[in-house]
């Protein structure tokens, strides 16, 4: 078991790991990227000058209670309108999330906090940043006549479905503030998780928010990074698992991780990933990770995993 735990991250990968922790840690909270610009999110944020709420909806829906009134409203909050009208493809929970951030003067962590409530949440959802971000990747291969020649790719839907290959990917603005109560969850964090998820969409940005990075390489938490199962067609095709973790620690050189949690046969089948944890003094955890999906994580070998990684050892004591 461990005290508190810090998950960062976002959409569905983020959702398993906090599924994965409500069974081994007393206090979760989850950081949360807020770069999304499609789908319900995005049609929201052009109308409205508000974070993006899908992937927060996605964290606050995975943290719901037990209670049959706080799973009711784990169903509402992903309940996704159907029909060829104007609420078709919004989902309720975001509706919620933005109205009442809309309510509380702007004040979204407060809102998130108010249908963390509704929820009866075993955690805390908050964003990584109160601004809204653009992603930008930089990307190569995507003119067969150049294919080391890079182009800039702008928004999170256009970087997911990429031809090319994701080299880097940056902000805009670049170095925003981070949300001061991600900061403060962090400092008092016993664990700190990344990953699993959209690689450059949703795990690494919170590498490139200034105080965000700073407060984790700072931690004396023991900081873990979960690897993908499997490349994410366009944002991560052709990646290895080597691949995914070379790519984390160029954004955030500094940053030290105690342990890299990957599936087994990714840990059995590349050597590279095995000298590259060596590199940078990790310990390279692995067991078998997938579900009936070999491209998902199933939320109970996780919990197990983290279960026997966490151990008795005790709790944080910030002071």
Not at 27 to 44: H, K, L, N, P, Q
Not at 168 to 182: H, K, N, T
Not at 254 to 274: F, K, M, N, S, Y
């Amino acid at each position: 078991m461990v005290g508190h735990a810090v998950a960062l991250g976002g959409g569905h990968g983020l959702a398993v790991t906090l599924g994965a922790l409500r069974q081994v840690a007393s206090e979760i909270t989850a950081v949360v990227t807020v770069g999304d610009d499609g789908g319900s999110s995005g049609r929201i944020r052009r109308e409205m000058p508000v974070l993006p709420p899908g992937d927060l909806r996605m964290a606050l829906a995975a943290l719901a209670g037990e209670r049959p009134e706080h799973r009711l409203a784990a169903r509402f909050l992903q309940h996704r309108f159907g029909g060829d009208g104007t609420l078709a493809g919004h989902n309720l929970g975001n509706l919620m999330i933005t109205g009442l951030t809309e309510v509380l003067d702007g004040d979204t962590v407060a809102a998130l906090d108010a249908v963390g409530q509704i929820a009866g949440a075993v955690g805390r959802v908050v964003p990584m940043s109160l601004i809204p971000l653009d992603l930008v990747a930089i990307v190569s291969g995507l003119d067969d006549a150049h294919p080391t020649d890079t182009r800039r790719v702008r928004g999170q839907v256009a970087v997911a479905t990429t031809k090319g290959r994701v080299e880097e990917i940056e902000l805009q603005p670049a170095s925003p503030p981070a949300c001061p109560e991600a900061c403060k969850a962090i400092e008092a964090a016993d664990a700190i998780i990344f990953g699993p998820g959209s690689w450059f969409t949703s795990v690494l940005p919170h590498l490139l928010v200034p105080d965000l990075r700073d407060a984790v390489e700072r931690s004396d938490a023991r900081r873990y990074l979960t690897l993908n199962l499997a490349p994410q067609p366009g944002e991560t095709t052709g990646f290895t698992a080597a691949d995914l973790l070379r790519a984390f620690t160029r954004h955030a050189p500094r940053l030290r991780l105690d342990g890299v949690i990957a599936d087994v046969r990714a840990a059995e089948e590349d050597d590279d990933l095995t000298a590259e944890c060596g590199r940078i003094g990790a310990e390279l955890i692995s067991a078998d990770l997938s579900s009936d999906n070999p491209n998902a994580h199933d939320v109970e070998r996780y919990a197990a995993l983290l279960r026997a990684v966490f151990g008795p050892t005790p709790t944080h004591d910030p002071t």
